[in-house]
Each structure stands twice: as structure tokens, then as C-alpha cells.
């Protein structure tokens, strides 16, 4: 991976992508069910995916984020620091 990627947990990935398109004045480069990325400047990327989305793809291994408080509503990945 060579850029830095943050992924909210959103409960309305419709609602979650027009706002984000109002804040940032830009079109995202990915908009597909499950998944919606806008670029960032500096080779950083939002993400948006629905809660049930992320639910689907870990399962158990992580309380339904939709239905617990304090739990994990985002994915952070940062590249390899290659210096």
C-alpha cells in the first residue's frame, strides 16, 4: 500500500458520500455500492462504507458497530514509511 487510507463506518453511505462531496467541493474516484472514496491532496484517501458492510466482512470478530457504543468505527491503514 502506498498511500494513507481512512474508512468510516457510516450508517447511510448515500447520505455519508453527498455530504462529504458538499465539505471537500469534489466527486469521489470510487462510488460503488459498498464503498465510496473520495482523494484526498497529499495521496490520502477517505473511505465510506455502510456499517453492515464492515459487519458482513469481519463477522464476530468485532461487535456490530450499528448497535454497540465504543466500539471501532473506523479503519486507519498508513503505508510503510520505505526510507
Known sequence: MSRTV??????????????YRRVLEREPGLDVPGMT?????GGCTLGLMPETGIRRLL??????????????RAELYLPQ???
Request: aromatic residues 12%; glycine residues 6%.
Open 6 to 19: 481512512l474508512v468510516l463506518y457510516v450508517a447511510d453511505q448515500r447520505r455519508s458520500a453527498e455530504f
Open 37 to 41: 472514496e473520495f482523494p484526498l491532496p
Open 59 to 72: 463477522g464476530d470478530a468485532l461487535p456490530d458497530p450499528a448497535r454497540a457504543n465504543g466500539v471501532s
Open 81 to 83: 514509511n520505505r526510507y
